[in-house]
């Protein structure tokens, strides 16, 4: 078997989409190869960032695939882009990971993607697109102050000193910088609330 | 039903990255739950992780890493869990739980104070999260405090009041070191709400303190 030919460059969101439903109905393997290619090394260098060692986000990142085989039949584009949905799997592989390390019993129903499914917002394909493209867009508009507290809040479990240490703020004045960031997002993201 | 009072963005954040403790991620799920504003929020600070995700560099994978998923893919489930069944203790608290309970122990009413109770609400697998909820008769006026943790307060039944505003059901209170208040209950009914203590409470938190000797966190 030859290694994974790592991808660089994404597709299309519509593209990526095609593969997701060519693995949820057909459980095509060439297609979860390709999304395997694109994803993987993507979902282990977040991993990573986010503190796991390169052995364990090595674990984490096969887990996340398999959940993506396994749970590809819930994929639904009305709902999020796919790499919104990897994002989230990869996202409960790693609580579930740190959960079982920090307990060593595993609950049965402590499996995060069992938690109960929030009620549909009534959106449509349309929509989600519209909303990913307008959330690419304001994270690339935003300083790169705010760019990197935006990152750190979703890499760091302790966000408030690492945002300090990083920028080399004082602490005292990191919570007004978040708020002043996620505030900048919010007018980007053209919400009134 | 309006909701007026929302978690931070830098809390609906927080918890849609994963970094929130558990005891506030439940109190955050059950605003969740009622609140359609916070839920496009999550999705869209969701959507940020996906294009952060989109955004990273990539970190080379073992050579055979491709071959060993592939080989997996057949085997009927990828961690296998015991379908044992659990049943969690809830004691009847007078009115329909929020679903982000449904996984955790919800203990009876203990008297905290005249007109005062509080049941404890464990979480498994996360036995230092601190969880509980909180009734209080019509008109009782909680003693004055400050924060020196957050503490995330949803309305589940009555109404209560402070300095900065009034919160009805499906209202999140989130209170941190900025905030020195004394909760009121609206003198219309009992007021019963969900609350979840960051951090060691038991030294820094104001209500921790006043809980502490009674409640053990």
């Known amino acids: 078997m030859k290694p994974v030919e790592q991808q660089g460059t994404l597709p299309t969101p519509g593209e990526l989409c095609q593969l997701m439903q060519a693995v949820a109905a057909a ?5 979860f190869a390709a999304l395997f290619g694109y994803f993987a090394p993507r979902v282990k260098a977040f991993l990573m960032r986010s503190g796991l060692s390169a052995n364990m986000a090595e674990e984490v990142t096969q887990e996340t695939m398999l959940a993506i085989w396994h749970k590809a039949s819930y994929f639904d584009p009305s709902r999020a882009g796919v790499s919104t949905w990897i994002y989230a ?19 049965p129903h402590l499996d995060p993607s069992d938690e109960p499914e929030l009620p549909d917002s009534g959106e449509d394909v349309a929509l989600v697109a519209e909303r990913e493209a307008q959330v690419r867009t304001a994270l690339a508009a935003l300083s790169r102050e705010q760019a990197a ?9 302790k966000p408030h000193s690492e945002i300090a240490r990083e920028l080399g703020v004082p602490l005292g004045t990191v919570k007004s910088r978040i708020r002043l960031a996620l505030n900048r997002l919010r007018a980007l993201l053209g919400d009134e609330t | 039903m309006t909701i007026n009072h929302h978690p931070s963005d830098e809390t609906l954040l927080r918890h849609t990255a994963g970094t929130l403790g558990a005891g506030p991620a439940v109190v955050i799920a059950a605003h969740l739950e009622g609140c359609e504003t916070c839920r496009r929020r999550v999705f869209e600070f969701e959507s940020l992780g996906g294009a952060i995700l989109e955004g990273m560099p990539l970190e080379p994978l073992r050579v055979d890493a491709l071959a060993r998923a592939l080989e997996r893919l057949d085997l009927p489930s990828l961690s296998p869990r015991p379908e044992t ?5 809830h004691h009847p608290v007078g009115l329909e739980l929020p679903s982000s309970l449904h996984h955790c122990d919800v203990g009876p009413w203990r008297w905290l104070g005249p ?7 464990s979480l498994p697998g996360n036995s230092d999260a601190k969880v509980l909820l909180l009734k209080g008769r019509a008109g009782l006026k909680l003693p004055a405090h400050g924060h020196d943790g957050t503490e995330f307060l949803q309305v589940l039944s009555g109404s209560l009041f402070d300095e900065r505003g009034r919160y009805y059901p499906g209202d999140l209170d989130e ?3 900025d905030v020195d208040h004394q909760p009121v209950i609206s003198s219309d009914s009992e007021c019963i709400c969900l609350v979840a203590l960051e951090g060691d409470t038991r030294l820094h938190s104001a209500l921790g303190r006043l809980l502490w000797p009674i409640v053990g966190f």
């Not at chain 2, 007109?115 to 609400?121: A, P, T």
């Open chain 2, 85 to 89: 069944i659990v049943v969690r203790q």
């Open chain 2, 175 to 177: 209170a941190d070191t």
């Open chain 1, 89 to 107: 799997i990869a996202r409960n592989q790693r609580i579930d990971r740190l959960r079982r390390e920090r307990t060593h019993t595993v609950d």
């Open chain 2, 115 to 121: 007109g005062f109770r509080w049941s404890k609400v």
């Open chain 1, 149 to 157: 507290i935006v990152h750190l809040s979703f890499f760091a479990e």
């Open chain 1, 27 to 31: 459980h095509d393997r060439s297609a």
